[in-house]
């Protein structure tokens, strides 16, 4: 399958959910702050990488997954665990891109200006990521 | 930690963990959207302020730890994917009772870089 993006998926998504995400995400950053001010960055820099959305976010593709085979008229119970068992997958795939992140901000962000280490991160992120993805889809990662 | 960079804090990561999670709504195959699951939404949020506080010093140490934490993280998010094709068990469920993982992965972690 293609990668393409749904706009409209965007208009289906409910008040609470955005709320959910954003009183998430914004208590992860502050926990994170906070912990790393009382603890140290040694201990703060775990958090940078806290699964802080993802239980949400899984759960909701299950739900919404659930509800779009409902409407056909199935039962989306097993359909919806699966979906979001993938999503978990590709998650991990990510992890790999999340840590490349991390580590050109570690080497570089002492020696070097701060957009460009900001630019680099993003793009180690991207390329690993989507690199191990699509070695996974192709089953290079299975041999 | 002064009360407006924590409110700063809280702002910028609910925009950045917002957005993050709905580029994961709106793109296809679901193990693409995946990705952005473990997208750098927290360190975007914050390095910023932590700079701006810190130094770059400090915060090149907790980029340091957020290498084993994005490991930890790996190894919560294939447990997941593990659990709930193999045990069945529902999503919500799954996330929850797995949370530990991240926390004894990054604890082990911790252990070794200290």
Redesign the interface.
Known sequence: MIVHARLAVIKGIKLQEWILRFIFGGAVCVIAGLIAHFFGPLIGGFFLAFPAIFPASASLVEAHEKQHKARAGFDGTNRGRIVAAIDAFGTTMGCIGLAGFAFVFWIWLPRADLFVVFALAALAWLVLSVGFWLLRKKHILHR | ?HLS??IA??????????F????????????????????????????????AG?G???????????????????L???S??FV??RL?????T???IL?PI?FAA?FA??LI??
């Open positions: 930690m960079e924590l804090r809280f702002l910028i990561g609910g925009i950045i963990v917002s993050f999670a709905v580029l994961a709504e709106m793109f296809r195959p679901k193990s693409f959207a995946g990705l952005f699951g473990a997208a750098p939404s927290i360190a975007l949020a914050t390095i910023g302020i932590t700079i810190h770059k010093s400090y915060a090149a140490i907790e980029a340091r730890s957020m290498i084993y934490g994005a490991f930890a993280f790996l919560y998010a294939a997941v994917s709930l094709i069945k068990a529902r999503a919500l799954a996330t929850v949370m991240w990054s972690f911790w870089l200290r």
